[in-house]
T-cell receptor
Framework: GESVGLHLPTLSVQEGDNSIINCAYSNSASDYFIWYKQESGKGPQFIIDIRSNMDKRQGQRVTVLLNKTVKHLSLQIAATQPGDSAVYFCAEKPPGYSTLTFGKGTMLLVSP | DSGVTQTPKHLITATGQRVTLRCSPRSGDLSVYWYQQSLDQGLQFLIQYYNGEERAKGNILERFSAQQFPDLHSELNLSSLELGDSALYFC?????????????FGPGTRLLVL
């Protein structure tokens, strides 16, 4: 689930593990989705995106899965590294809108 | 480095004051978006400009205004500042106006209102 403010959901993993970060989006008609990574003190950094006509998209060490039936998006990070530690946000774009709606974020902590 | 620049990086001011935040989009990007990020509200969309014209408006207060200049840089003006306006303000840019593409974020301006 999602939390507000300092009470971000947190995922703690060991270096080398695979990580899965989940996101429930709100609008069943949203046609574009993005995952961003935000490190402390920095701006959100693009990781990967997917359009609603796809179920899966792969990047370098990352995979995004889209399940439109249950309005669920997930980000899989393979062989997680300490440098992956950050807050991860999903964002959706409803049809007819030019802007993104962001989720509250999940904090990923990777231990060496 | 996303290619989006923002100044200043930090800003400390007092309640009631007015400040201006500046953003330069990535080369070739025509759309600029402003977001506010606070601890209790997450990333909130404020306003979008495309090629000099306002394109979309989000949760932007009447005390806040923005504009995009002919050289495509944008400024966000915050006036009559309140303690609750303390937040990170991000600018993002994209090539087109429709939103179905990646928005690239700048490093942000951290505003502290005392």
């Amino acid at each position: 689930g999602e939390s507000v403010g300092l009470h971000l959901p947190t995922l703690s993993v060991q270096e080398g593990d695979n990580s899965i970060i989940n996101c429930a989006y709100s609008n069943s008609a949203s046609d574009y989705f993005i995952w961003y990574k935000q490190e402390s003190g920095k701006g959100p950094q693009f990781i990967i995106d997917i359009r609603s006509n796809m179920d899966k998209r792969q990047g370098q060490r990352v995979t995004v899965l889209l399940n439109k039936t249950v309005k669920h998006l997930s980000l899989q990070i393979a062989a997680t590294q300490p440098g992956d530690s950050a807050v991860y946000f999903c964002a959706e774009k409803p049809p007819g809108y030019s802007t993104l709606t962001f989720g509250k974020g999940t904090m990923l902590l990777v231990s060496p | 480095d996303s290619g989006v620049t923002q100044t200043p990086k930090h800003l400390i001011t007092a309640t009631g004051q007015r400040v201006t935040l500046r953003c330069s989009p990535r080369s070739g990007d025509l759309s600029v978006y402003w977001y506010q990020q606070s601890l209790d509200q997450g990333l909130q969309f404020l306003i979008q400009y495309y090629n000099g014209e306002e394109r979309a408006k989000g949760n932007i207060l009447e005390r806040f205004s923005a504009q995009q200049f002919p050289d495509l840089h944008s400024e966000l003006n915050l006036s009559s500042l309140e303690l609750g306006d303390s937040a990170l303000y991000f600018c993002a840019s994209s090539t087109i106006a429709g939103g179905g593409e990646t928005q690239y974020f700048g490093p942000g301006t951290r505003l502290l209102v005392l």
